[in-house]
């Protein structure tokens, strides 16, 4: 069977590319309420923050009357969706925030980059892209965006672009297997088995850099795995497990099965290189070895240095058919070439 690695080799085309993808439906710029201080029950739709101050997003809050103030804030936005299916994915794009934050979505934690107190860690020059399940969505009224922001020092607050997506690639997808992902820094080859317990393992957005997530100093091996139910009936040849790019180097397994890698072993160099992280993982398989009912993935991954982990999508299972569509709307365009690897499923 034939395992196909996408190697792509460019410079800046990971923000074209996802430009690409993300197709707008609503600015949120201009002003959003705010205020300094710190309490959960903020998050609420129930919450009254009519009294609360107006400032603009892009600016940071300290050249809008709040100079010198570091810690925590909150702003706050209604907005309305409508006319939303089952299987879109909406996107709220934050862009820069300095310095951490948690994001909540009609009272729900939706996404979170940096870490809050007691132990600091800044994510200021890292875009915020955060996944609204649709079933938070209310599509005949208002729906409350509430952004808990810490800043550490100098410049506080939303300080890029802010709006709604639509994600045009999840009409590719069989499974979109974005979001949570168990994640565990270490490496044990147990971690790949299907009845593995990872119960108490930390939960971490994919994609997304584990810098950003709690794991800043991290270099060297880690796991994901995700867990999901397959409908057999959905397709009946072919599928391909789409892995987005992983920083650096990764070895995959289905259900305790190998089904690819960029791995150590291919250059016999434990340095990665610029292929590696920039390779789409899309591995072929058999959709027979897929389970009915529960499925697990597991993804060695090994870090250089700097950023590592999934870190950009797309991640999901598709056709091979919506796989040739995608590559060739969003990937093929660019300067491109691609590795075969003859790999057996064992």
Known sequence: MRIFLIVLLFLGSQVSILAQQLQQIESLQGSWNFSVGDDMSWRLPSHDFSGWDKIYIQNSWESQGYEGYNGYAWYKRKVEIPDVSPKDKIILKLNRIDDADEVYFNGTLIGKTGNFLPNPVSAYSEERHYEIPVSLINQTGANLIAVRVYDLYYEGGILGSVGLYKDATARYFLKDLSGNWKFKAGNNDSYKGFEYDDR????????????????????????????????????????????????????????????????????????????????????????????????????????????GGIYEGPVGIMSVEAFDNYFSEYEKSKNIFEHFLDNILD
């Open 200 to 307: 108490n393992w930390e939960v971490l957005r994919v994609p997304g850099k584990w810098e950003t997530q709690g794991y800043r100093f991290l270099n060297g091996y880690a796991w994901y795995r995700k867990t999901f139910n397959w409908d057999r009936s959905t397709s009946g040849g072919d599928v391909v497990v789409v892995l987005g790019r992983i920083d650096d180097k990764d070895i995959s397994y289905l259900n305790g099965q190998r089904i690819g890698s960029v791995d150590e072993m291919r250059r016999g160099s434990y340095f990665a290189d610029k292929e590696d992280y920039q390779t789409l993982r899309a591995y072929r398989i058999p959709s027979s070895k897929l389970n009915s009912g529960k499925n697990v993935l597991a993804i060695r991954v090994w870090d250089d240095r700097y950023d």
